[in-house]
C-alpha cells in the first residue's frame, strides 16, 4: 500500500507492495509552521498503523535531522516526534532519511528546481560558496528499496548520493545542459551539515563518481 499522492509516493507506484506499507504523505516543505499540517500528518500515520499492523512500514524522513542550526525548526522537530512513534510502536518498519530529492515536477522551491528555473529564465540569483548540498535521484529511492527493502528491519537509514555538492557545481552542470550562462553573484556565506553513511547506501552508490551522479540528474530532469 502506498500512501500519498506526490512525487515520492508516484515514484513507487510499480513497486510490489503488497507486504510493506509505504508512507509518502504528509508535511514536505521543510518551512512549514502550522500545527495543524503536521498533526494532519501524525494522524494519518496512527491510523494507517492501527489499521495495518501487520504490513511493513516504510516512512520518508529527512537528513536535516542532522542538522544542528535547524534542531528547533517546526519541521525537524515533527520528523523526530514521527521517527520515535514509530520505533515504539511498529513491529517492522524502515525509516528512510532521504536528501535534496532531484526529480520530473515536484516543489519548485528544492534546491535543483530553483537553480535550473532561475537560469532558464536569465533570473539573477546568489550562491553561497561555502553551502553543501546531498542530491538524490528520485528513482534511487525506488531501485534502493527493490533491492534492501527485504533484509532491512527496524532501522534508519541516512540515504543520498554520498558526496556533499557545492552550489558552483550544480549551476554548471545545470548551465552546461542548458547550454546558458547563469546570472549569479557569490556569497561567503552559506554551511552544511555532516551525515554518517552505513555500508547500505555505500554499496548501493558505489562505482559512480559524483561528476557523473550529477550528470545523471542533469541528463534525466532538464
Known amino acids: 500500500m502506498i500512501i500519498g499522492t506526490g512525487l515520492i509516493a508516484n515514484s513507487l507506484k510499480d513497486i510490489n ?43 520518508f524522513s529527512t537528513l536535516s535531522v542532522n542538522d544542528q542550526s535547524k534542531q528547533e525548526s517546526h519541521y525537524v522537530l515533527h520528523k523526530l516526534k514521527i521517527e520515535d512513534y514509530i520505533k515504539n510502536n511498529s ?15 515536484g516543489n519548485p522551491n528544492t534546491l535543483f528546481n530553483y537553480l535550473k528555473n532561475q537560469i532558464m529564465n536569465n533570473h539573477k540569483f546568489v550562491i ?3 553551502a553543501r ?3 538524490l535521484d528520485i528513482d ?16 534508519t537509514i541516512n540515504f543520498a548520493y554520498p558526496y556533499y555538492y557545492n552550489l558552483k557545481e550544480i549551476t554548471e ?6 547550454q546558458k550562462d547563469a546570472q549569479y553573484e557569490k556569497s561567503e556565506e552559506g554551511d ?15 562505482g559512480v ?7 545523471i540528474l542533469t541528463d534525466k530532469y532538464i
Open 17 to 59: 507492495s503488497e507486504n510493506n506499507l509505504f508512507f509518502a504523505s504528509g508535511v514536505s516543505n521543510s518551512l512549514e509552521t502550522r500545527s495543524s499540517e503536521f498533526e494532519r500528518e501524525f494522524s494519518l500515520l496512527k491510523n494507517t498503523l492501527e489499521n495495518n499492523k501487520s504490513a511493513k512500514l516504510i516512512y
Open 91 to 105: 513491529e517492522s518498519y524502515l525509516i528512510l532519511r532521504i536528501g535534496n530529492i532531484v526529480g520530473n515536477g
Open 128 to 130: 553561497h560558496s561555502k
Open 133 to 135: 548540498r546531498l542530491l
Open 140 to 155: 534511487d529511492i525506488g531501485r534502493f528499496l527493490v533491492s534492501n527493502c527485504m533484509n532491512i528491519k527496524n532501522e
Open 173 to 178: 552542470a545545470i548551465e552546461n545542459k542548458l
Open 192 to 206: 552544511f551539515y555532516k551525515v554518517n553513511f552505513d555500508d547500505t547506501t555505500n554499496t548501493f552508490f558505489a
Open 209 to 215: 563518481k559524483p561528476e557523473e551522479y550529477l550528470k
